[in-house]
């Protein structure tokens, strides 16, 4: 193995190391070490570093403005000793192209001007909310009644939809606030105090801090690609403008020490990520994300899952036209290749009809794309093809393993966890204080397109506290919601199967505890359940446990604590075969 030491090539901190950088790793692709100083370099956009990525669940640009690139390097590693990597404008920090037996560890990614911005309330009536901006922390200026951020390479953008509400003493959401405040016309009053109009009234104090979102989805913190075998550990995100960490065609990830927080010493009380920390899309093998934090995320924590695409177009017998339907993925290279093996789905029981092994993937244009296949395929097929969106395709061989353990959940906008993958799933020994659900089991072909239903499912051993499902998001139904997108379920037909949850700890506010959907042989046993006073009840749903056309159902040995209330006995609807004791 080969130790290149950064400063003994000259490239050293405190100045612009993109192109120098790029070009020493580009010199180096195997059996290298590239070890860097406990110290601050500096990183910035070139036209040099701008390629062509399709990046999953991200705005859709023609280029990627890149950071440190890795390009088909093999048994390497970025040692970052406690490295300060700086970033300016819109920019990918970490990029892995066709990588193997990669590691990448003790590095903070960070922006001296964040993606993320933050106000204080320094007063509020019914019709308006008044804050101040730190002007040092939040470069802005306000621009024909709209607030506009510098994010550094003489880029400005303004606020964007959607303001989130923490308090500012225990620095989560506030509660029933998520998604409520919608920012409106705005005015200056002085000493960058502005006065911004709202039309909804929702719960607020003096003192709470607004998270103030701006600029695009664009760019992933540390993205990879058709790789394998990576290992990423002790890596701090202090700010990026779009998703943390994104993989997608890749094999064999591990993420240890992946901590989403906000720079307190920059002046950030919350913020860090201006969406998602983690999305794993289209990936195989096995992903395990441990030891990691994650607080003021815009969005979930993680999410894995594939990409439905559906088809409406016979070509022939052995050949379908396919489209991408979601706006933030489209466009992918990868998406199969000779040898996959693809699941055909009929969309309104999601139930999957039959598989079949890619010969070829010709995309076409940034939305469609020919798929032939080795054999004919079946008349069913064929048939729900020419109905026009009633057939729905997923690529089995881009699924993977997913293990989640001991690692913290804070407050962050939306939910925890959001899994969908038929491979075996583990969430062990986490802490949870999500401000909607802290897990969802999802899965659909019909509005997000994040395929994937689940077969095998643990979930053990967690902590979920009285700050999770305070607020109401989409598919938010219980603390646990099992909660796929089926508009036709079939309870001959479930979606998720063999879901065990067991020896968990749940605080709950009269909030559910567990919803799930079109489920069977579902296992809820040996949990502890306490009843919170911390609130009253506020969500709609009846029960603490609510079953929908659910099967083979057990829920037993469990330990209800506290002064419930509503009744402790689920709440059933078009179910079989549950079994309570």
């Known amino acids: 193995m080969n130790t290149i030491r950064l400063k003994e090539v000259g490239i050293v901190p405190g100045a612009d ?28 956009p070139h036209p040099e570093m701008q390629v062509d990525y399709r990046i999953s669940n991200s705005d859709v640009y ?26 300016e404008g819109h920019m990918q920090p970490f990029t892995l192209d066709s990588c193997s037996d990669v590691k990448v560890e003790n590095f ?26 730190d002007p040092t922390a939040f470069p802005h200026r306000l621009t024909d009644g709209k ?63 607004l998270v103030l979102r701006h600029n695009y989805r664009r760019h992933a913190g540390i993205f990879s690609e058709r790789c394998r075998d990576l290992t990423f550990e002790n890596i701090t995100v202090h700010s990026c403008g779009g998703l943390g960490c994104l993989a997608q065609f890749c094999h064999n990830l591990t993420f240890r020490g992946m901590h989403f927080v906000p720079d307190r010493a920059a002046g950030r009380l919350v913020t860090n990520g201006r969406d998602d920390g983690m999305h794993i899309t289209c990936n195989s093998g096995t992903v395990t994300i441990t030891e990691s934090t994650f ?48 699941a055909f789905i009929e969309r309104g029981s999601m139930h999957r009809i039959h598989t079949a092994t890619v010969a070829e993937y010709d995309l076409e244009q940034i939305d469609t794309f020919r798929l032939s296949f080795t054999a004919p395929l079946p008349d069913e097929v064929l048939e729900l093809a ?66 994937g239903e689940c077969n ?28 796929p997108i089926v508009p036709q379920p079939d309870n001959a037909k479930p979606y998720h199967k063999h879901v065990r949850i067991h020896h968990n700890t749940f605080d709950v506010a009269d909030t559910p505890a567990l919803y799930a959907y079109a489920t069977t042989d579902l296992r809820f046993t040996d949990n502890r359940i306490f009843r919170s ?26 330990e209800w604590i506290g002064n419930f209330t509503q009744s402790i006995a689920p709440v059933t609807e078009a179910c079989e075969d549950i079994t309570v004791q």
């Open 456 to 483: 095998d499912v643990e979930i053990r051993n967690n902590v979920f506290t009285d700050a999770c499902l305070t607020s109401d998001y989409q598919f938010c139904e219980g603390v646990i919601s099992l909660c």
């Open 62 to 87: 023609p280029v990627r403005t890149l950071g440190l690139w890795l390009k088909e390097m093999e048994n390497c590693a970025l040692l970052g000793n406690g490295a300060r990597l700086w970033f």
């Open 108 to 133: 903070t990614i960070n922006w001296k001007k964040p993606m993320v911005a933050e106000g204080i309330v320094t007063g509020f009536s019914d019709t308006y909310v008044d804050m101040y901006i």
């Open 295 to 342: 607080l003021g995320l815009m969005d979930d924590p993680i999410n894995v899952h594939g990409c439905c695409v559906t088809s409406d177009e016979v070509v022939n017998s052995t050949e379908l036209r396919c489209k991408y339907r979601h706006k933030q993925a489209m466009g992918f290279r990868y998406w199969a290749k000779p040898g996959d093996e693809i």
């Open 17 to 44: 190391i993109t192109l120098s950088l790029a070009a020493l790793m580009k010199e180096h692709k195997k059996d290298t070490t590239f070890v860097f100083e406990n110290a601050d370099y500096f990183f910035k």
């Open 386 to 451: 020419k109905k026009g969106d009633a057939l729905a395709l997923d690529n089995l061989t881009n699924t993977a393993a997913f293990v989640c353990t001991k690692n913290r959940f804070g407050s962050c906008r939306a939910r925890g966890i959001l899994v969908s993958t038929p491979k075996p799933v583990l969430i062990a020994d986490n802490y949870f204080e999500s401000s909607g659900s802290a897990i969802l089991v999802a899965g659909d072909s019909n509005y997000w397109f994040e395929s």
């Open 147 to 209: 607030l506009e951020f510098d994010i550094g390479a003489d880029e400005w953008y303004p606020i964007c939809p959607a303001i989130i509400i923490y308090e500012p003493h225990s620095r989560k959401v506030r509660r029933a606030t998520g998604d409520c405040f919608f920012p409106m016309a705005t005015k200056e009053l002085g000493n960058n105090i502005y006065r911004m109009e709202r039309s909804k009234d929702f719960p607020l104090a003096v003192g709470d801090i």
């Open 533 to 558: 006073p911390s609130a009253e009840r506020w969500h709609a749903a009846e029960g603490y446990i609510r079953l929908k056309n659910c099967t083979a159902t057990t829920i037993k040995d469990n």
